[in-house]
């Protein structure tokens, strides 16, 4: 298998290399290149690089994505389990006790499942920074401008 430091396989390796399932590499949070080793170092902290195959995690960027999408799904969830318990007649400092606990423990259990998601998808895709070309007609050579302001 060739590699360069920033990830890139040739094509040949690559399509061995996808039969790992994004989707089952996000909600085993397993590594999205082999699907052996688990990505996070801890309870959310992304490891530098997957045990197993060596893959450079640091160029996945998650952004803000996944803590979006879990407030709006478990947002609703929550208003969910909130009014069936509502409906049961418990006391408020139990609904409190009781919905609080979900949504501590459902978001950071959601929170790592999406983010391992959009990890896999990124590199299932092969998403990255975007890159502008300019081809620069007195030189003959092409540009290529990273982080421009």
């Known amino acids: 298998m060739t590699k360069d430091k920033t990830n890139k396989i040739s094509e040949t390796d690559q399509g061995q290399l996808r039969s790992v399932s994004p989707y089952k590499a996000g909600l085993f949070c397993l590594c999205?290149?082999?699907?052996?080793?688990?990505?996070?170092?801890?309870?959310?902290?992304?490891?530098?690089?997957?045990?197993?195959?060596?893959?450079?995690?640091?160029?996945?960027?998650?952004?803000?994505?996944?803590?979006?999408?879990v407030i709006l799904v478990l947002g609703v969830i929550s208003v969910l389990v909130g009014v069936f318990l509502f409906s049961l007649g418990l006391?408020?400092?139990?609904?409190?006790?009781?919905?609080?606990?979900?949504?501590i423990g459902g978001s950071i259990w959601m929170l790592r499942i999406f983010k391992a998601l959009f990890i896999a998808l990124q590199y299932y895709?092969?998403?990255?920074?975007?890159?502008?070309?300019?081809?620069?007609?007195?030189?003959?050579?092409?540009t290529d401008i990273r982080n421009e302001d």
């Open 32 to 69: 999205p290149r082999c699907g052996e080793a688990p990505i996070y170092d801890g309870l959310l902290d992304v490891k530098e690089h997957c045990e197993h195959c060596d893959y450079d995690f640091s160029a996945a960027d998650t952004g803000d994505g996944a803590q979006v999408f």
């Open 91 to 103: 006391p408020q400092w139990a609904l409190l006790l009781i919905l609080i606990s979900f949504v």
């Open 125 to 142: 895709h092969d998403a990255g920074q975007a890159v502008r070309v300019v081809d620069d007609a007195d030189t003959k050579e092409k």
